[in-house]
C-alpha cells in the first residue's frame, strides 16, 4: 500500500520502462538514463528513444562503466533505441551490485572563465557524474569567477579589489567566449544558437553539476588575490588549496585541467 | 623462398640492421624506430643514427615503454647513435612477447583549433602511438574544425551554419598560432621555419596519426551546433558525446585536455 | 656530541616543535610543513599555525598523502592550528616508513607562457613536491620562454631566430596575463597585488621547484624551431621529446597540460 504522493514502486525485474530523450543534447540523454535505472530493480528493463547522434556511441560506454547490460542499439528514423537490463548478467542472477571500480573519482581544474572552456569543464563533470563517478572542480584564477553569485550582498572591499569586481564576469550568465567574441556579437549569437539547439546553458550546467553531487571547491588563494568573499560565491562552495586539490587527484583515475 | 615484391623477410635474432633518421624531428625518430622493430625478429639489433637532441632522452623511455632492451647510447659528431635489441633479455631467450601494461591508453580532448595546440595534441598522439598505445582523440568546440575536409561537398544549411562555416578554418592547413598571429604573417613565419628545420606540418601530423590508428572522435553536440554535417569531416572519423569519451578515459592512464 | 654549526638533533618521539606559517599563501604553509617533518623523528609533534584559508582542507590530504597522522585542526581566532604526528599511528609503534603508494609521480606540459598559467603550473608542481611526488614538468612551445636566462651570454643566430628571440619573454619575470594585460597595466597591477598579498612571484615558484627537486625538461624541437641554445636555458634544465615525455607520464598518476 502506498501513501498519496509517495514515489512510484521499482520497475521490477523483467519489466520494460520507457524513455524519451529526444531533443536532448549531452550529456542530457546519460544523466536521464542515470536517473531512470536509479528507480529500477535489477534485471529491469530501460528501453530509450534518443535523436542525439552521439548516443550510440555514449550508451555501450555508460552501460560498461555503471555495470549495465546494453541488450541492443538500433536505429529508428532519425532517432536512436537502446534497450538496458540493469546490473549485470550475473548480477540479476545474484541480485549482487557490480564491484566497484578503482580509480573512477574524477578531478577538474576550472582554471579559465571562458564561456567555451568552461561549458566543456562542467559536460564533462556531468557526464561523469552520471557514470557514477565522484567528481571535483577545483576552481581557480579567473575560473574563480565561474563560482560568483550574480547579484550578491555589497561586501566592503579595497580599490584594487573593487576594480578587480568590476571588470570581471559574474557567474556563467557573464562569461565570453575564448575567440570570436567580437564585443559581445559572437558570444550572443553562440548562446542564441545553443539554446535553439537545446544545448544546456552553462547557468544550467552549474546547477545540474550541483543537484548531481559534483564537489565544487575554490582557490583559496585566487579569492585572496582577487578579493572575493565567500559571501559572494554561490552555496555549498568548499574552500581548498592545492594539497586538497591534489590529495583528490591521487584518488582519481582522471585528472583535467581546462 | 620468397614470391617477388613480397616483404623482406624480417632481420633475424643477432642480425644488425641499420635506420638513418637524421634530420627528423619529434616524434619522426620514435615512429620509425617502431617501424623498423615490427620488421624484425626477437634478439635482432637496430642502430639508429639520429640527429634530433631528445633523441637520447627519448629512446631509453621508448625502449621500456615497449619492452625492448637499449644496449648503448652514444654521440657521433652532431648525432646520436642509440643499438636496441628487439625484445628483453628473457624475451630473447624465450621468444615470447613482453606483457602487456595496464592502462597504456591515451586519451586527448583536442578543444582548440590554434596551429600550436593542434601540433602539440598530435606529436603526442603520434608519440604514444610509437610507443604502442591505443590513442582516441576528442575534438570538440573549436577543435572539430581540424577534422573538416579542405573542399568538403556542398551542404545544405541555415545561415548562421553557413556563418560559422565561413568563419572557422577548414582543416589542419588552415589553422593559426595562439599568439603572434599578427594578421597572418606570424602564423606564416611559423609554418616557414617549421617547414625548414623539417618540422611535421599540421596535415602531415594528422596523416600520419590515422596511419598508426590513432582513433578520432568528433563530439556530436559540437556538430550540431556548429551546423558540421559528417560528410564535411575527413574519413574515418567516429562520432560520439562524453560517454564515449568518459568511457575510453577510464580505460587509459593518461588524459589530457589541450 | 654535536660539532658547532651541525643542524639540531630531530625532534623525538612525543616531543612538540612549533611551525607558524601566518602569512604564507599557498603552496607555502604544505611546503614548510614538509621540510619541518622531514627534520623530526617518527611519533614527534608539529604544531602548525597558519592564516591561509584553504591550510584546513590542504592539512588532511597532505597527511593522508604522505602517510602522517592529522591529530586535529581548528580555527584559532583568524588563523588555523592543526597538529600532526609524524609517520602512521601503527608506523609510530614500528618506526617503519609507510609503504610508498603506487603512481605518486606527476607530470605537467608546461605548454603556454602566460603568467597566470605559469603560476598555476608551479603552484601545482611545488604542492606535489611538498606531498613527496616526484615531478617532471615538460616546457614546450611558448612554454620554453619560462626556462630562458634572464641575461643569457649572446648566442651566434640567423634573422628569424633573432626575431623570435626580440619577441618572445625572457624567463618568468617577462610574462604576461593571458587575459587583462592591456598593455601591460592589467599585468603590472596583477602583480602588485600578488606581492602585497604574499603570494609568491613566478621567480620564486620556479626557484622553489628546482629546490625541491622538480625535473625540468626542455623540448628540443621547441629549442629548435625558437632558435634557443642550450646555455640561455637556465642551469639544471634536462633536454628531451615526447618519448621521454611520455615515459615519464606512463609512470605517473597524474599528467596536466596546461
New interface residues.
Partial sequence: MCASGSPPPPAAAGETTRLDVRGL???G??TRVKQAMSAMSPGAVLEVTAS????V??????C??TGNTLLETRPDGANYIARITKGSASATATAAAPAA?GK?AKTI?C?SDDL??V??TF??A???A??N?DVTIFF???GLNVLKKRNAPPVKKGL?DK?FGV?MPKGPGQLRLS??HMGGIGTA??R???KS?R?MAPEELVAAARHAGVKL?A???S???MGVHKDELIDGV?????????????QA??????
Same sequence: chains 1, 2, 3.
Fill in positions: 543534447q549531452c550529456p540523454p546519460i542525439d547522434a552521439g548516443f556511441a555514449d550508451i555501450p560506454a555508460w560498461a562503466s571500480p573512477k581544474v582554471f567555451d572552456r561549458m566543456a559536460v564533462i556531468n557526464g561523469a552520471a557514470m563517478s581557480t584564477f579567473w584594487l576594480m571588470m575567440k570570436m549569437m553562440m542564441h544558437v545553443m539547439k544545448v571547491v582557490c583559496a588563494m579569492m585572496d588575490v568548499e574552500i581548498g588549496g592545492v594539497g586538497a586539490y591534489l590529495g583528490a587527484a591521487e583515475g582522471m585528472n583535467l585541467f581546462i
